[in-house]
């Protein structure tokens, strides 16, 4: 099977809510692909998708399975995540890292200079821990973004506090280097705000593969 067939096939699937029921009839003729080239497709992610008679049920967890799968199809990673809520466009970004090799924490707390603090992804790869605010928003004013970059430095510098007490896997020690960031829908106004990059979704593969060449450039908290 053709992957830009998979591909169509699941990018119309990510429009159908989790708790709603969707027909084979009705998916053949919104991606004018055959019930039964459909229903070999669907076999192939019985995890995500059950199928009876001429039912398609999502699973639970489903929707950021098949939104995985799009984007590995080279489907756009901004339709992708405009049909995700909030909390599956958290769970697509940190699938994004974990399969450039970083341990991912979701909604991460932990408790430093007197507070409690929480980090939306958290994800460390040696010498590097990312700390990732996602921002679930198709538009947004540049002033939100700016308020967003400095709580991130913010609970970055929290977290380089509290690291001695923390048990991270694998564990940091002197010498790795603390990045907040924030990854969002928008197309920022501008990519970088004092040294903290705002990276839209599409950009992030990149940013993750070339993250080595932006040491100097970005704000790296040094342990």
Sequence with gaps: MENWVKREILKTLLRIKRSEEYSLTKLSEETKISVETIKDALMEITDAVTVKNDTIS???????????????????????????????????????????????????????????????????????????????????????????????????????????????????????????AIVTLLTPKFKIYDKIPVIKVTELRNFLEELTLYVDSLRFLQL
């Design 58 to 180: 999502i699973a639970e967890h489903g929707r950021v399975q098949i939104a995985i799968l799009c984007l590995n199809l080279a489907a756009d990673p901004s339709y992708i995540s405009r049909y995700l809520d909030w909390r599956e466009f958290e769970d697509f970004t940190a699938a994004i890292v974990n399969m450039y090799g970083y341990m991912v924490y979701r909604n991460y707390r932990f408790k430093s200079m007197d507070r409690r603090w929480e980090i939306d992804i958290l994800a460390i790869k040696k010498p590097v821990l990312l700390c990732l605010n996602c921002k679930h928003f198709l538009k947004q004013s540049w002033t939100s973004l700016r308020k967003a970059a400095l709580e991130e430095l913010e609970r970055a510098e929290a977290l380089k506090q509290a690291l001695p007490g923390l048990k991270l896997q694998p564990e940091p020690s002197k010498g790795w280097r603390i990045l907040p």
